[in-house]
T-cell receptor, first 112, second 113 residues
Framework: NAGVTQTPKFQVLKTGQSMTLQCAQD?????MYWYRQDPGMGLRLIYY???????DKGEVPNGYNVSRLNKREFSLRLESAAPSQTSVYFC???????????FGQGTRLTVV | AQSVSQHNHHVILSEAASLELGCNYS??????LFWYVQYPGQHLQLLLK??????LVKGIKGFEAEFIKSKFSFNLRKPSVQWSDTAEYFC???????????FGKGTRLHILP
């Protein structure tokens, strides 16, 4: 039972490069989320998808785009990476709003 | 916009001490409340949650939290901490009217053996 799987686990990018972070869940959850975690800042919501076919901005959406490809997959794209986007990125999913969110293991991204 | 405040950024306790971590939120409507824990090098795991009913909720590993609606608070407590409780603790809030889940900045707890 894999739960929430994120790829890659580590990535180093040069400023201006693009990349897509992948997230997939196998729990038939409806809602999926992308957060970034920075020291002293907690987790900040980037984008979320309440259900297949919908996406909404969170607290810090600038510089990111998302795609809810199907019910299982929710990807996060950085079109032109900046050093300020150096962070640990977590994907999460849950079946409905008052239930437990399950998190992936995280992607550690460094932009140089 | 909803927000979550965790008052203690870094707490150091000795084993067997009692713990209380503060959490306040800004939204006055119906909310779902959560405490998550992140052990070093790991992802977040749910400790406990509240969405209705008894405002005193019990979670895993001896943790509990009390929802006080009038104070917009959801403080986490444990009567006697252990060295293995060393971790970062996050309070999170979801307003019932939408699907955003907003986290506080976290409290880093260090337990001295």
């Amino acid at each position: 039972n894999a739960g929430v799987t994120q790829t890659p686990k580590f990535q180093v990018l040069k400023t201006g490069q693009s990349m897509t972070l992948q997230c997939a869940q196998d729990m038939n959850h409806n809602s999926m989320y992308w957060y970034r975690q920075d020291p002293g800042m907690g987790l900040r919501l980037i984008y979320y998808s309440a259900s297949e076919g919908t996406t909404d901005k969170g607290e810090v959406p600038n510089g990111y785009n998302v795609s809810r490809l199907n019910k299982r997959e929710f990807s996060l794209r950085l079109e032109s990476a900046a050093p300020s986007q150096t962070s640990v990125y977590f994907c999460a999913s849950l079946v409905r709003k008052n239930t437990e969110a399950f998190f992936g293991q995280g992607t550690r991204l460094t932009v140089v | 916009a909803q927000s979550v405040s965790q008052h203690n950024h870094h707490v150091i306790l000795s084993e067997a001490a009692s713990l209380e971590l503060g959490c306040n939120y800004s939204y006055g409507g119906t909310v779902n409340l959560f405490w998550y824990v992140q052990y070093p090098g790991q992802h977040l795991q749910l400790l406990l949650k509240y969405f209705s009913g008894d405002p005193l909720v019990k979670g895993i590993k001896g943790f509990e939290a009390e929802f006080i609606k009038s104070k917009f608070s959801f403080n986490l407590r444990k009567p006697s901490v252990q060295w293995s409780d060393t971790a970062e603790y996050f309070c999170a809030v979801n307003e019932n009217r939408d699907d955003k889940i907003i986290f506080g900045k976290g409290t880093r707890l260090h337990i001295l053996p």
